[in-house]
């Protein structure tokens, strides 16, 4: 380690003692750092400022929009501009929808630079052809998106169109959520000791007006008298018993379920027609939209 660095003032002071200071060589270094760093920021600062200048005065009136930056700048402003448009069409009447709240996009500004730009091409008794950007900027002006709402049902639609050429992915989560069963408060139905179905979910594939049919076997957490956990494999039925209202005009339904919950070994057995696993009996509940 370096000794400590002194610097003596041999100024003479016409009262009081001579002033003393005493760095060491890390302050030294760090205070050079943080020095550099603030005279590099401003700098930086500047200049991006004047980049932002610069780009903002190449896309002015009389300046040819063929910039990257012009470009970048009237593409994004478009894309905010359609989203907006397309959040209004549906949702412009609404400010709640099946007890969900609507959320609300904000309109995009267009880029500082259009408005003296398309002045020109814009002001009145000009007969003339707009050019794409004025076109853009004289529709937003004009554009009344109360004259556009089509509700909800066009959403749908929306969504069915985007989706196409990537598969029945929509699809196939509206059917999990309509048919996925989540189970609780499950307990054997015979005689002796009580074992108790903690948790556990299964899928249903048919339906026979308030009877629902399992298709593949469902998983259930099994409490065991001696308190062990283990992991069951279970097949069965359920019964629409009811909805149970959850507010903003949504319902829960609830179904009684009666299934085997069987281990793998009594899965084999029951294949081959020989009864095994345990009855039980039980809730569920699905989220239907």
């Known amino acids: 380690m370096l000794p400590p660095l002194s610097i003596y003032s041999n100024a003479r002071v016409p009262s009081g003692p001579v002033c003393v200071l005493s760095l060491s060589s890390r302050t030294v270094v760090a205070a050079g750092i943080l020095v550099t760093l603030l005279l590099c920021v401003p700098r930086t600062s500047r200049a991006q400022d004047t980049t932002s200048s610069a780009a903002s005065a190449a896309c002015g009136p009389g300046a040819p929009l063929t910039g990257k930056v012009c470009q970048k700048q009237f593409e994004t402003w478009q894309a905010g501009e359609k989203k907006w448009r397309d959040n209004r069409r549906v949702w412009g009447n609404y400010s709640h929808y099946r007890g969900i709240r609507v959320s609300r ?73 309509r048919h996925l069963h989540y189970d609780g408060m499950w307990t054997n139905s015979q005689n002796g000791p009580r074992v108790y179905g903690l948790v556990g979910t299964h899928l249903t594939l048919a339906q026979m007006g308030r009877w629902y049919f399992w298709g593949p076997p469902g998983v259930l957490l099994l409490k065991q008298p001696d308190g062990r956990t283990d992991v069951r494999i279970t097949l069965g039925v359920d019964f629409l018993v009811g909805d149970l209202p959850i507010g903003h005009g949504r319902r829960l339904p609830i179904y009684v379920s009666v299934a085997k919950a069987m281990d793998k070994h009594e899965m084999r057995a029951l294949q081959h027609n020989i009864n095994a696993g345990m009855d039980m009996v039980g809730l569920s509940i699905s989220l239907r939209r």
């Open 105 to 177: 996009a904000k309109r995009p500004d267009p880029p500082s630079w259009i408005q003296s730009y398309c002045q020109p091409e814009l002001a009145p008794g000009v007969i003339t052809r707009l050019s794409v950007v004025c076109q853009a900027y004289d529709e937003y002006l004009r554009y009344d998106w109360t004259q556009h709402l089509e509700g909800p049902q066009s959403a749908i639609t929306y969504s069915q169109h985007v989706q196409t050429g990537t598969g029945d992915a929509g699809g196939f989560v509206e059917f999990l959520l």
